[in-house]
């Protein structure tokens, strides 16, 4: 189904540079693409680096309203070390020298793989009281926060140098997982300390590394041109979504507000949990949407019209 838009919308799959914030990169794109409708799908800590898809247009939308997907990151750190921002950029606050061996790390990292509490770190964008942590951290102040469940699908130890106790790994983690406060909680286990040195996001959204380019190969598609060209479609972001495709008829009608049936809109064998992409009759993704069972219609989650 070809998706066809009336102003620019879509993904833009970009490799987020290190000492840059998610923000940061969404102001540059503001430039290059001259509109002020720009959104990403999930903050980087500017000492990251990785994937960072980029919505554009009215995509910005559905930012809130996008799939639950793991990501998956590539994570340097070094044990015997803590800092106040849990990575190598904060200020030290204790060192220490307990040996670590590969294998009491990697029965370690083990142990965190499932469902796993995680507490928020005070140099985060969590808020409280309706103030992000961070803004407390700066003022010295410590709040009390409370554990989120996360899940961990796989840790690999890539490579650990125990003289050193330097190592790299990678894995997989749900939405709002913070690797450098995993690593501190992997440390703590092991009766030490731990900070993250560095860190890679490689999968995001269901996009991989490799289909991300840099902000200079963005700049100079935008001195040409042709930034606009890189769009993905919106509905790449939506996975295995159902695509439904409105006649003229029902457009107009979804359109100007009323709900029409699952019927009408050609749909069978619904339940509850089911989104669908809604497509006008010319091919324009217009919606995202769910069955209201009980009033047996069919609802917008999110409008791109």
């Avoid at 995993?182 to 900070?195: H, P």
Wanted: net charge neutral; proline share 4%; with cysteine.
């Amino acid at each position: 189904m070809t998706e066809r838009i009336s102003e620019p919308m879509g993904v833009l799959l970009i490799n987020k540079p290190k000492d840059w914030t998610s923000f940061d990169v969404c102001g540059k794109l503001r430039g290059m693409l001259h509109t002020k409708k720009i959104g990403h799908t999930g903050t980087l800590d500017p000492m990251a680096t990785g994937v960072l898809p980029i919505l554009v247009g009215k995509a910005a939308r559905a930012a809130d309203i996008l799939p639950e997907s793991g990501k998956q990151y590539r994570a340097h750190f070094k044990l015997g070390l803590d800092t106040d921002t849990q990575d190598i950029t904060g200020k030290v606050l204790y060192e220490d020298s307990t040996p670590v061996t590969r294998a009491q790390l990697e029965e370690a990292l083990d142990g965190f793989i499932g469902e796993y509490m995680q507490t928020p770190p005070m140099y985060s964008a969590v808020k409280v009281g309706g103030k992000k942590l961070y803004e407390y951290a700066r003022e010295g102040r410590e709040i009390k926060r409370e554990p989120k469940r996360r899940y961990v699908d796989f840790i690999t130890l890539e490579s650990y140098d125990e003289a050193a106790r330097e190592g790299v790994m990678s894995l997989s983690v749900s939405k709002g997982t913070y690797i450098r406060t995993l690593i501190a909680d992997v440390a703590a286990r092991l009766g030490t300390s731990g900070v993250m040195t560095a860190l890679e996001r490689t999968k995001a959204n269901g996009f991989d590394i490799s289909q991300c380019m840099t902000i200079e190969q963005a700049q100079a598609l935008a001195d040409e041109g042709r930034l606009y060209e890189r769009l993905m479609p919106l509905s790449e972001i939506f996975g295995g979504l159902q695509k439904v495709r409105l006649s003229p008829k029902h457009t107009a009608l979804y359109k100007n507000g009323v709900k029409l049936r699952p019927q009408q809109a050609g749909i069978s064998g619904f339940d509850a949990d089911s989104r669908y992409l809604i497509y006008s009759d010319d091919g324009q993704l217009i919606s995202v949407a769910y069955i209201d069972v009980q009033k047996n219609e069919l609802r917008a989650l999110r409008n791109f019209y």
